[in-house]
């Protein structure tokens, strides 16, 4: 059974950067794709970022699009995404994600297989 564990939320002031961690368990990671998404307050869950199983693509939001890099180690088992010049706007549960056998560049969040329990990101002006 496939475990993803987030890290490195946490309260922020905007302008300022984060990197978020995810390590994966229970199964074959070069076989996933990865993505982070996010679900701030009052909001629907949205795609932030996604990477290919290989690492070779990788793919952003137009919210985050410029700020944000994703990577994964497939020799850690592990995705990060970095985010900078944050704003008040990002905050929200962050969320590590895998999908099998995809190989494609749209992330849905009904079409992930497996998830994380999320990691909370405030940003404070």
């Known amino acids: 059974q496939v475990r993803l564990e987030e890290s490195g939320g946490g309260l922020v002031q905007t302008g300022r950067s984060l990197k978020l961690s995810c390590t994966f368990s229970?199964?074959?990671?070069?076989?996933?794709?990865m993505a982070w998404f996010r679900q701030g307050p009052g909001k629907e869950r949205e795609f932030v970022s996604g990477?290919?199983?290989?690492?070779?693509?990788?793919y952003y939001s137009d919210s985050v699009k410029g700020r944000a890099t994703i990577a994964r180690d497939n020799a850690e088992n592990s995705v990060t995404l970095e985010m900078s010049n944050l704003k008040v706007e990002d905050t929200a549960v962050y969320y590590c994600?895998?999908?099998?056998?995809?190989?494609?560049?749209?992330?849905?969040?009904?079409?992930?297989?497996?998830w994380g329990k999320g990691t909370l990101v405030t940003v404070s002006s």
């Open positions: 994600a895998a999908r099998r056998y995809y190989s494609g560049g749209v992330f849905r969040a009904g079409a992930m297989n497996d």
């Open positions: 990477i290919s199983w290989s690492g070779g693509s990788s």
């Open positions: 229970g199964g074959t990671f070069n076989q996933y794709s």
